[in-house]
């Protein structure tokens, strides 16, 4: 059910309501038109929903792609301005970023073992393309996937695809002097979710930065999965000259996407499970199933837990809706949305 009107008050003013879920609440109006019972609005009872004249919000926050931006492109800019203004020896690039932030082999083991996080907000300065193509890719991306997640879960998958990006790498190279850089194992995390959530949508590339090229996420996907296994078995592991491309971060980066969407998103055969630990399911055969299903349709039944006081369900309604406001609906868990669809009949 959903609904949307005016709330009137006595001083003859008038509040337009949006049309909202059922699960935040029923209002209760008198023949007149106004309130009758308004103790359960549970959305905007929240402090942060109030107009109360007196009430100030707080200003709109920067989104987390937003912020992951302007820190690697400021993080950029750093490392143009040291090369200008401190060069290293004979005019090359300041080592100091590269020494104390990049990731290598050399480095991890003797225990630089941020720089396994570090290395994902730097980038070449002599190549252009290479932030720009990572940046375009979270910004696009990311403004898809963190409304969808919430922020602090779309971080999480960010900054743990960056770091097994860099583990992975590590493998394959961990007694090497060679640096890498980059967020493109954060950019391909977070592209292999969207893909694996949205397999059939079409998007527009820019392949080379100028042709358009539509095709399905799906399609993209397997494409990015067959050139980074072909580039680090041809390529990077051969030590091929002119490989300068961390495939096997790449892939790492695929890896952590894939095992999100396993955790968090399949219902079947995933081997974690928010909430409740994971329930080993049978298929039954489809005569049985299709016979279920017609005698569930002649027998309709609705039970409600009223075991919780009123003032205990309650509060955990403004538990729940606090966690939506600072996270998402995406960071719900099943049981929190079983709470708010049984709250609206119990806080009546």
Not at 106 to 119: E, H, M, N, R
Not at 255 to 264: A, E, I, Q, V
Request: overall charge positive; some cysteine; proline content about 5%.
């Amino acid at each position: 059910m959903k609904f949307a009107g005016t709330i009137r008050f006595k001083a003859h003013s008038t509040l337009a309501l949006p049309e909202l879920p059922d699960i935040f609440g029923v209002l209760f109006f008198s023949p007149d038109g106004t309130i009758r019972d308004h103790s359960f609005i549970m959305l905007y009872d929240r402090p942060y929903m109030r107009q109360d004249p007196g009430y100030q919000s707080e200003s709109p926050q920067a989104s987390v792609v937003t912020r992951l931006l302007v820190i690697t492109i400021g993080v950029y800019v750093l490392q143009q301005v040291m090369n200008v203004f401190f060069p290293g020896p004979r005019g090359s690039e300041n080592p100091f970023f590269w020494k104390w932030l990049a990731l290598n082999g050399a480095g991890f083991t003797d225990l630089k073992v941020w720089t396994v996080l570090s290395y994902g907000f730097l980038h070449s300065t002599v190549n252009l393309f290479h932030i720009a193509g990572n940046m375009l890719g979270l910004f696009f991306i990311g403004r898809i996937l963190e409304p969808m997640l919430g922020g602090q879960r779309f971080l999480l998958l960010y900054l743990s695809s960056i770091v097994i990006g860099g583990m992975a790498y590590l493998a394959f190279h961990l007694n090497g002097l060679q640096y890498v850089v980059g967020a493109s194992a954060g950019v391909f995390g977070i592209l292999t979710l969207f893909c694996l959530l949205h397999p059939e949508r079409p998007i527009t590339l820019l392949l080379f930065f100028i042709l358009p090229l539509t095709m399905k996420p799906k399609w993209v996907l397997r494409i990015g999965l067959g050139l980074s296994l072909a580039g680090l078995l041809f390529y990077e592991l051969p030590g091929a000259a002119g490989s300068y491309m961390a495939h096997s971060a790449h892939l790492g980066g695929m890896l952590t996407g894939f095992l999100y969407y396993r955790c968090f998103y399949m219902r079947a055969g995933m081997p974690f499970q928010r909430g409740d630990a994971a329930q080993t399911s049978v298929e039954l055969p489809q005569w049985f199933t299709d016979r279920k299903r017609r005698a569930a349709a002649k027998r309709v039944s609705y039970t409600v837990n009223r075991s919780q006081s009123r003032d205990e369900m309650q509060r955990e309604v403004d538990r729940i809706l606090d966690k939506i406001n600072a996270s998402g609906f995406g960071s719900l868990n099943e049981r929190e949305k079983q709470t708010l669809d049984h709250a609206k009949d119990i806080l009546r």
